[in-house]
């Protein structure tokens, strides 16, 4: 499995962005995926995770309401839909690929780890 997460940019607060992970061994649409981020002197945090149907989605409080996470497994591609974007979001966001079908909060669940996407607020 080769994770590559994608769409980052520098907006300001408020502004949307479309994050995009694909799979190029297209391995993955049997497994849940996860975005995790990590900010500068922070822990790499979870953000979000969905099953390999689709249908079932998880969160991080911080960012519930405000991202969406959303797969297309006949394009091989899970998405992080990232609305009212605030300063604190900036971070480096990673998706990774679940050892299970199911997402999960626990970063010990995933196997498969892309390489970062850069995404800064600005306020």
């Known amino acids: 499995v080769q994770l590559q997460a994608f769409g980052g940019g520098l907006v300001q607060a408020g502004d949307s962005l479309r994050l995009t992970c694909t799979d190029s061994?297209?391995?993955?649409?049997?497994?849940?995926v996860g975005w995790f981020r990590r900010s500068p002197g922070k822990e790499r945090e979870f953000v979000a995770g969905v099953g390999w149907r689709g249908a079932n989605t998880i969160y991080a409080d911080s960012v519930e309401g405000r991202f969406t996470i959303s797969r297309d497994n006949y394009k091989n591609a899970v998405y992080l839909q990232m609305n009212n974007l605030k300063p604190e979001d900036t971070a480096v966001y990673y998706c990774a690929s679940s050892r299970s079908v199911f997402p999960a909060r626990d970063d010990a669940t995933y196997r498969y780890w892309g390489q970062g996407t850069q995404v800064t607020v600005s306020s």
């Open positions: 061994r297209r391995t993955f649409s049997n497994n849940g």
